[in-house]
Every structure is written in C-alpha cells, then in structure tokens.
C-alpha cells in the first residue's frame, strides 16, 4: 500500500497540473522512455515518509539502477510532483546515496533534472554541512576524474544547486520550451532589480544551447530528448553488460513465494535459516562450509540467478565458534572474488553488557575486521532481527555493505525491547522505562529505517531472488 502511494508522487492533482498545465511527462514515464524495456531496480521508495516535516514521497526523487543500450546505470530522476522537485534534507541523503553507489560499482550515472533547488525553511539541514547539498557536486567532479560518465536531461526548471547538476555533467540535454537554468527565477529577478523577465529569456533551452553553451544537446521535445541521451551513452565507450544467459538458472526446488509465510515474526526464537535458503538459491543446492561447527552461522556457496556467492546467514546467537568460522569464510570469498550475502536473522539479546559472554569479543572482533577488509561486493538482507553488535559483524550500514535491504518484518536497533519488562512490573521512576521501550519500538521497525534511508529499501520476501 505504502509502494503504490509512492508511485502517485505529489498525488493525482499535482500529476494533473505537471502533465497537462505544465506539458511535461511524468518521472516513471520518463524513465520507461529512457531505459531498455522500462525495467529498474527502484531504490529506497519508501524514503521521506513520516518525517518531521512531513510525507516526502520518495524524497521527492526516483532512485535505481537500470540500462541504456545495454550499459548499467544509476538514474537520479526529480519528481517535480513533489514540492515542485524542491529539495528536502531526504532528499540529499538519498542524491548523495545513488552517486555513492555509482562509484563504488563504476556505473555510468544519468541525472533527470527536474528541481526548484533547496528547500530554503529546512537550509541548514542541507545546506552547510560536509554531507549536505554541495556534496553533490563535490561527487561529480571526483566521478569524472574516476572515468565514471555523467549525462543530464534539463526536463524542467533547475534553479540554484539543481542547475549545477546538469551543468557539471559531461553532455547534457536541454529541452525547449521546459527546460530552464538559472541560479535566480524571474520572481528573485524582480525583487532585486525590478527587471520583469522570462523564464525563456532568463535561462531558456535557446539561450544555453546557443549563448551560454550550459547546453551541450538541444531537444524539441521530451521524447526527443530521452532519444538524444540514449545515442550519447553509445558514445561513451561504457562496455555493455552480459547479455542474458540463453539459458535460464534453475528455480529453487522450493517455491520463493513461501518465502512470505516463512518471515518470523516473532523473535523469541530463529527460523531456521537453512529454510531461507532452500526458497533463494538456484535448484536449492547449498554447498556448505563447516557444516558441523559453529552451528549457529550457517555459511557456504549457492548460485542466486545464475550468480556464484557466499552466503553468511544467521542461525541463532553469533556465539565463538560461529564468528571463528565467519571470519575464516568471508576470508576465502575475498580471496577467491566471490560476492558474499549476508542474511541478518539475529537472536534477540538481554539489554547489558552482560548479554555476550566476553569469550565471544575476540572472535567476533576478527570477523568484523574481516569483513570490513574483504574487498568484495556485499549485499545485506535482514529478514528478522538485526539487534547490537551482530548488526557489525553482519555488515550492516555502518560497514558499507554494496547494498542493503529489509524484508517488511525486520527489526533494527541496539537492544530489543521485548527484554524490557511488562508494564505491570514497573512503579515510580521505572515508568519511565515504559516510554523508552515505546521510542524502541516505533524506532526499530523496518518503515522508520526505511523512510530515514539507512538502508536502500524494504521488499518482499517473495522479491528476494529478483532484487
């Protein structure tokens, strides 16, 4: 429900004002025109719902991973449905993200601008500091020295910070009679000068294609342009990615759709992983490594849609003989280049330090290290809990996992609060812990994390296999 929501962007009459007043096609229309058959991985929906200043659907930008002429990209598309694309702090983080995970991966990264810059109320969440605004274009010139394309489209007003983008791109595309770029408006113009102006003749598609040279491609129309952009990336001597396999990867011998009923709910206890699995890998073969010991981590080679990874998933508390062999694992999949994916399913623990017995420090301490050192690329899913340290030695957010992601069930926090005791235990100053163990809660489940972007998106455990 919260998915379809998003996909409305500022809600049917704003779509209304932008397609028809306004002439323009919408974001997920754009992106149909511009990538191969229309298909992408959207990341981080659900980002900016239920923030402090409000629902900002999808942080008011689309975000993912798709191809053009056969070529992977990262896509950052304004949805001018949204505020107008005027950019909240969300908004940044989640700009700041997709280019994150341009560089890291080397993908070719296409930039649809459609913004009325900063949103000037919030400024100072998104202004000032070394992870705000202008981190963006920091981004940009450091991909460029990496080799690391970036194209533009102007598909609408770009004021302020939302004109340095397309301008800082190695080809951009301008459309006329949309299109606009200027660091003022003609209201700011106005106000200043007392000069009446038009947007055309202050920053227009004419204007930057032939006397400013901002433009580089000069586009009739949004079609026109999407098509321009696609010829320009046969250009850019990006190597395409494989084709697909003739062949299909064999299907799990168990059903991925039995992966919806299989997500716990309750974390008194954990699933046993090895169920998980079964519904994930290809054919449901599992080649797995020290089987017998350290029991509660369950870690071995399977194929996920034709590709080899290592697999560490949790299968009860990370106890010593657990982390010891993690750490020996993750070891060998950096050794030999194997992609390794981490399924996050934590044993919910007592809140104190008294919760890991300390012979686990050490040998947990070397799978963290191991982890964070093994120069591989890492997918995260938590599909139950994610509580404490297990959340690091896991790699979770804070070790840069390539990608993460949360099954709608998942938990994310420092304790669990159900080892708070009941509310009929508690007198006097203890019922304060009654409002903590309420903060918990709301805090660690899935949409507060999601919405917050400290993960790349919640999807659905039947999903699993396609994402």
Known sequence: ????????????????????????????????????RGDFLELSPLAGLHMPYGDVPA??????????????????????TVKGGTIYPIGVKKQLRAQ???????????????????????QSE???????GGRIFYNEAIMSAMGIPQVAVVCGSCVAGGAYVPTMAEESVIIDKIGTLFLAG????????GEDVTPEELGGARLHSQVSGCSDHFAASEEEAFECIRNVVCTLNCEPGPEEEEKEPDRPLYSPEELLGLAPLDYSCTLPVKLILSR???????????????????????????????????NGELAHDAALKGSHFVQLCGQRGIPILFLQNTAPQPAGPASIP???LKAQASMMAAVACAAVPKITIVIGGCF???????????????????????????VDPQHFPTAGDWTGEELELEQLKAKLEEESSAFYSSSRLWDDGIILPQDTRKV
């Open 186 to 193: 003609p209201p700011l113009v106005k106000a200043a000068t």
């Open 59 to 80: 942080a008011g930008c689309l975000t993912g991973i798709g191809r053009i002429c056969g070529v992977w990209c990262v896509f950052i598309a304004s949805d001018a």
């Open 388 to 414: 404490g340290s297990d959340s690091y030695v896991m790699c979770g957010r804070s070790f840069s996992p390539n990608f993460l992601f949360l099954w709608p069930n998942a938990r994310v926090a420092l």
């Open 280 to 314: 994930l890998v290809d054919g449901s073969r599992f080649q797995e490594f020290k089987a017998a010991y350290g029991t509660t981590l369950v870690t071995g080679f399977g194929h996920v849609e034709g590709h080899l990874v290592g697999i560490v998933a949790n």
């Open 126 to 132: 998104l202004f000032p500091d070394k992870l705000h």
């Open 358 to 360: 300390q012979v686990w």
């Open 100 to 122: 994150e995970i341009a560089m890291e991966n080397r993908l070719l990264s296409v930039h649809l601008v459609d913004s009325g810059g900063a949103f000037l109320p919030l």
């Open 1 to 36: 429900e919260l998915l379809e929501k998003v996909k409305k962007g500022g809600g049917e009459d704003a779509i209304l004002r932008h397609t028809q007043r306004n002439r323009k096609v919408f974001v997920r229309e754009r992106l149909r025109l511009l990538l191969d």
